[in-house]
């Protein structure tokens, strides 16, 4: 059977905008982020509505985490340019995405685990500590953006789940809730959205979970009140709007390679040798920056940090 699955980098090359119209949008970008800061149009990304975690930002900066030169992405062009497939496959989810209703919300913590629990946002706010990074951030569409994140290393949550040694995954799954979200409507989707890594990538580091941006709690089009970044992974795998950790010792099927496997796979580390089956990896444009295009760098410059985690997989489909 034929399913149709839509999604924005289905389109056909003849269907595809014209560069000159795409470039301008962008310009309108860019100018765009001052005007959209004016407080009478102030977008519906950047408006907090009263979130109990305010005082918790800004949290400190770990300088350890730097952008190789890179300017910081305006937060009103971030804010504004999302993918966030619930509430709609455009770009411009910012408003749509006011619905997400983000109090209370709770985690479970479930699977191969010493004691399954269901923990609140704000008590686990209250056992971790915050800091930010400035991390890059990779899209499969080959675009990318900086941002400056705050969150604590997702290590810290694997100490409060207390898993068995023989888990060997981490599943995340996001909210399902078709009445608040739109997008889950859209039956052909696997809903609800789910993604995963493995003990090993979750043990590294740069494996950040995300609760703000930009000095306040997170904004609702950037998957409040608690998201993944892995910024040596494209972004499909930076799951938004979490609230279900499972462990277990089988490897998750994610959203996107239960929806195009031949496209998407469970590894997605950034390699610009390995083009996309219809687009090359070679570069990216840089949002906020009238459509400046760099080259894009394997493991997106953090090879330093996760290239050994791949060693001797040379088997695997590690890039995409
Ligand atoms: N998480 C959920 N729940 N739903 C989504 O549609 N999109 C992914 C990822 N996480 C997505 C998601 C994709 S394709 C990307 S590139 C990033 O979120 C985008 O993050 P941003 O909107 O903050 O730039």
């Known amino acids: 059977m034929h399913i149709h699955r839509k999604r924005p980098w289905d389109l056909p090359e003849h269907a595809a905008t014209p560069e000159h119209v795409f470039l301008n949008r962008r310009n309108f970008l860019v100018s765009g982020a001052a005007a959209l800061t004016a407080p009478s149009i102030l977008s519906p990304a ?20 730097q952008l190789d030169g890179r300017d ?15 509430f709609g496959s455009s770009k411009r989810i910012a408003s749509a995405a006011q619905a997400l209703k983000i ?9 191969m685990v010493d004691k399954e629990q269901t923990i609140g946002i704000d008590d686990l706010l209250k056992k971790v500590e915050l800091e930010e990074r400035l991390y890059r951030h990779r899209c499969v569409e080959a675009w990318s953006m900086t941002v400056p994140w705050s969150g ?6 694997v100490a409060i789940a207390n898993p068995a040694a023989s888990a060997k995954y981490i599943r995340f799954e996001t909210f399902m809730d078709p009445k608040m979200a739109p997008g889950q409507r859209q039956t052909w ?3 609800p959205y789910t993604e995963g890594v493995t003990m090993a990538e979750a043990a590294n580091e740069l494996a950040f979970l995300v609760t703000g941006a930009y000095g306040k709690p997170l904004a609702k089009s950037f998957g409040a009140p608690i998201r993944l970044a892995l910024p040596w992974k494209y972004g499909f795998k930076h799951i938004k709007s979490i609230s279900r950790v499972t462990f277990t010792d089988q490897r998750p099927k ?26 090359s990896q070679a570069d990216e444009e840089v949002l906020g920056t009238n459509g400046k295009r760099i080259p894009t760098v394997i493991f997106n410059g953090y090879g330093e940090y996760v290239a050994d985690l791949y060693k001797g997989m040379e088997k695997e489909r590690l890039w995409a």
């Open 189 to 191: 989707y696997p809903w």
């Open 46 to 65: 950047l408006a907090q509505e009263a979130d109990p975690s305010t005082g918790l930002y800004p949290a400190k900066q770990n300088g350890r985490y």
């Open 72 to 86: 910081i992405t305006p937060e009103a062009v971030n804010a504004n340019y999302n993918n966030f497939y619930e």
């Open 103 to 111: 109090r209370p919300w709770t985690i479970r913590i479930d699977g």
């Open 152 to 157: 604590f290393p997702l290590k810290a949550l």
């Open 254 to 279: 994610t959203f996107w390679e239960q929806l195009q496997s031949a496209e998407y796979g469970f590894w997605a580390n950034v390699n610009p040798q390995v083009a996309h089956p219809r687009w």
